[in-house]
Structure formats: structure tokens, C-alpha cells
């Protein structure tokens, strides 16, 4: 089950990664507007519920299926 609790930077990130299909830490943290450190913890946390998958050894994120659920119906401000 997908987790309803996402901070607005944690929503921020899964609408990039839905909407780009992958993204590196970078291109991340700038189309969120935060530095890639905040963004990183946010994708730990993501990572660890399941919402993101990591690939390229950690050089990229996806949005994975409950990550999508988790944020259908919620939009980027």
C-alpha cells in the first residue's frame, strides 16, 4: 500500500520522476529547487517504502508503480 503521509518535496520528486520517467540526483534537485543533499534523504525515504527505484547503481531514480498511486490525484503546486 502506497503511503499517503509524502512531504511536498517527496510529492515534488515522484511528479518529476512520473512525468521525466528517470532523473539523476541533480536534475532533480533542480527541478524541486532544493539542494541535492535534501533531495537525497527524500529519495532514501522513498526508496525505502518502495515508491522509487534506484537504478544505474544510483545514478538515476524511478517512479515505481506505488509511487505513482501515491501520488495520483495530488498535483505539483
Known sequence: MARTDLSDVETDILNTLSEEGSADLYALARSVGMGPRSIQAALQRLARDGLVDVA??????????DGQRAVSGKHAP
Open 56 to 65: 544505474d547503481r544510483g545514478a538515476s531514480f524511478r517512479c515505481t508503480r
